[in-house]
């Protein structure tokens, strides 16, 4: 699955963002047994994007540069439909809080 | 012996010696050693990478501890970026492929990483390069013993002299038990000053030039009170500094036997003494004191020192975290007062001739309801967590209130349709702080819960002094029979309405003043927190009706 996500964090995604997804995707590596989430800069209309980076490490999601206004695509590979909805659904209110 | 005048920060006397806290080391590692044995490199990094996570560890609890989540995450973030993949694959390629030794290869990531970050079109971005240094920086030190900044000889009686400290190199010095701080620049108002402060490390700051490398080793005295640093000082000087320290201590000593007493007067009259907070780092020194409550909680910090205007989340988050430390103690947040004095650049209010009485305090707020909104919301979220109250400053009329509580009553009706807990009768006060508010204090008084005088900028409106300036500002003088007069007015109006009273500015804290106040029935004083025991012996001390009348008629 994925989706994208447009950035509203004036400072862009900084330390404190980052941490906090990357703090998330670790958890949801323990929860579940097959789950790689990604993270890239959007560059065309349908979710395509340069860079794929691993969401759970925060140098590398910082190091995409993202700023307000840029679209960040995620893609998440869970073991099935439903993990992958909820995984969606929980990382959703932590984006609307930290991105 | 050398003496040196700065800006002291935190009051108190150290003796110490001196050590130099460089970081201007790390590029000595730019220099390639060949080694042949990459695996003995990259476990010698894998083991460094353990003892700096250890190290983060420490750190994030004791700020945890003593300082709160806010100053504690950086060493979470550290923590997570030693972690990174993308760090250590780099580190140990370059291990491999290079042949090189570890303290090469990570000086060489951190240069690579530093890069990429300053080259951001992201100024904040720009600023993260350090802390990617930082972390280099710590695994470095953890394989191998740079020159200049072990700080472990002797721990008890170290003076740390830098040309400047961040908050994190000040939270991990301390944890190594440092005795003071001097340095080349620095402001007051800075958050190390103010994380100085809670955690009463005695410091110079601003000293310039007059601080020399060549001072390293001496033997110095700091002297918080009179921000004086002396180096390798003479016996004399010894001699006056340690009976100043041994008065001060004792000082200190016999108001420490304060704490958990009681604010009654010889004759039974109660006040509330209550502490003053800008800056989150003081809630500790509050609790020390045991406050009676926060009286007067400046909100504007939480607005500076960025780009941006802090969303309701982040602003509810703080608010949260202070009512629910203070343990049901009230905690009074006053709404935002900036002006164009003190603004932040993306508040984007021009420059005024006469901004004292310019566009400031709850005028913007009410021309720009937006921002007024959100912080009342997060204040009105957070009173689900504590003994929360809202002060409004710079009141001049009675159409203000109404208009304030119709936006009040707007946000509180929002919340209850999101289902959003708050604290339906939050308790709602002003700030008497122009000689206008005073006059009409009988009417004002029916409209709001409780009265605080901000005596700093009444003073200035009513006896017309501008204390910046230095022509004038000795005719400042809070105890003129008009300020008095009119702090009875006050009282008087609020005592016929059966409202709280409280006076907020500086003189609250002037033990002089004390008995006055206690006389004309002041129910709170609210202070910078250090000066709160003082003032208890002083309530305690004092016989009100023995004074009362006395007092009263000379006014």
């Known amino acids: ?99 | 012996m050398n003496v040196l005048k700065g800006v002291a920060v935190y009051r108190g006397i150290v003796f110490g010696k001196l050590k130099a806290y460089r970081k201007d080391y790390f590029d000595m590692y730019s220099d390639k050693v060949f080694s042949g044995n990459s695996e003995f490199e990259i476990s010698k990094f894998e083991n460094a990478k353990k003892d700096a996570m250890e190290q983060l560890d420490g750190l994030y609890e004791s700020a945890l501890k003593d300082l709160g989540e806010e100053h504690a995450m950086i060493f979470g973030v550290h923590k997570m970026i030693i972690e990174d993949y993308e760090y250590s694959e780099s580190v140990a390629g370059i291990i491999k492929k290079e042949h090189a030794n570890a303290e090469y290869a990570v000086w060489l990531t951190s240069r690579r990483f530093e890069h990429k970050f300053e080259t951001m079109d992201n100024e904040y971005m720009q600023q993260r390069a350090s802390d990617i240094r930082d972390i280099s920086r710590r695994i470095i030190n953890c394989m191998s013993n740079p020159p200049g900044d072990k700080i472990n000889e002797d721990k008890k009686s170290l003076i740390i002299g830098c040309d400047d400290l961040s908050p994190s190199d000040l939270l991990e010095l301390n944890s190594n038990y440092i005795k003071g701080f001097i340095t080349m620049l620095g402001s007051k108002n800075s958050h190390t000053s103010i994380l100085a402060k809670s955690m009463k490390i005695p410091s110079i700051i601003s000293l310039g030039e007059q601080l020399k490398p060549e001072f390293e080793g001496c033997d110095v005295i700091i002297d918080g009170f009179a921000g004086a640093v002396y180096v390798s000082p003479d016996s004399a000087t010894i001699r006056r500094l340690k009976k100043k320290k041994e008065l001060c201590d004792k000082q200190e000593e016999l108001l420490s036997s304060f704490k958990g007493k009681e604010n009654v007067s010889l004759d039974g009259q109660e006040v509330q003494l209550s502490a003053n907070v800008s800056h989150i780092a003081d809630i500790k020194v509050v609790k020390d004191v045991d406050a009676n409550g926060i009286g007067l909680f400046r909100s504007e910090f939480i607005f500076m020192g960025r780009h941006n205007y802090p969303t309701e989340e982040e602003q509810f988050r703080i608010y949260k975290s202070v009512a629910s430390k203070m343990d049901g103690k009230h905690v009074t947040i006053r709404t935002l007062d900036v002006g164009a004095d003190k603004q932040m650049d993306y508040f984007d209010i021009p420059k005024e001739a006469n901004p004292a009485m310019g566009y400031r305090g709850i005028r913007i707020c009410l021309d720009r309801p937006n921002i007024f909104k959100t912080q009342l919301r997060a204040i009105l979220r957070a009173s689900a967590y504590g003994n929360v109250e809202i002060l409004f400053p710079m009141i001049s009329s009675l159409d203000e209130i109404i208009r304030i509580k119709k936006i009040l009553n707007e946000c509180k009706s929002e919340l209850r349709c999101q289902k959003l807990d708050f604290n339906d009768d939050i308790k709602i006060g002003i700030m008497i702080e122009t000689p206008a508010a005073v006059m009409i204090s009988d009417i004002l008084a029916k409209e709001v819960d409780f009265f605080s005088i901000g005596t700093n900028d009444l003073v200035q409106y009513s006896l017309a002094v501008d204390r910046q300036n230095d022509k004038v500002n000795f005719m400042f003088n809070p105890q003129h029979r008009a300020i008095l007069r009119m702090i009875k007015m006050v009282c008087d109006n609020a005592k016929l309405a059966g409202i709280r009273v409280g006076i907020c500015g500086e003189i609250a804290a002037d033990e002089n003043m004390t008995e006055i106040f206690l006389s004309l029935g002041v129910n709170e004083l609210s202070m910078s927190a250090p000066f709160i025991l003082g003032i208890r012996k002083k309530v305690r001390e004092t016989n009100v009706s023995l004074i009362r009348d006395q007092i009263v008629s000379k006014l």
Do not use: W
């Open chain 1, 1 to 99: 699955m994925n989706f994208k996500y447009k950035i509203k964090n004036p400072c862009g995604v900084h330390a404190r963002p980052a941490g906090h997804l990357a703090t998330f995707v670790k958890n949801c590596n323990k929860k579940y047994d097959e789950c790689e989430i990604k993270i890239g800069k959007s560059i065309s209309a349908d979710c395509g994007c340069g860079d794929c980076k691993d969401a759970s490490q925060i140098l590398s999601v910082m190091s995409l540069g993202l700023k307000k206004g840029d679209e960040a695509v995620f893609y998440i590979y869970g073991p099935d439909e439903q993990a992958e909805n909820d995984i969606k659904r929980d990382m959703c209110d932590l984006l609307s809080e930290h991105f």
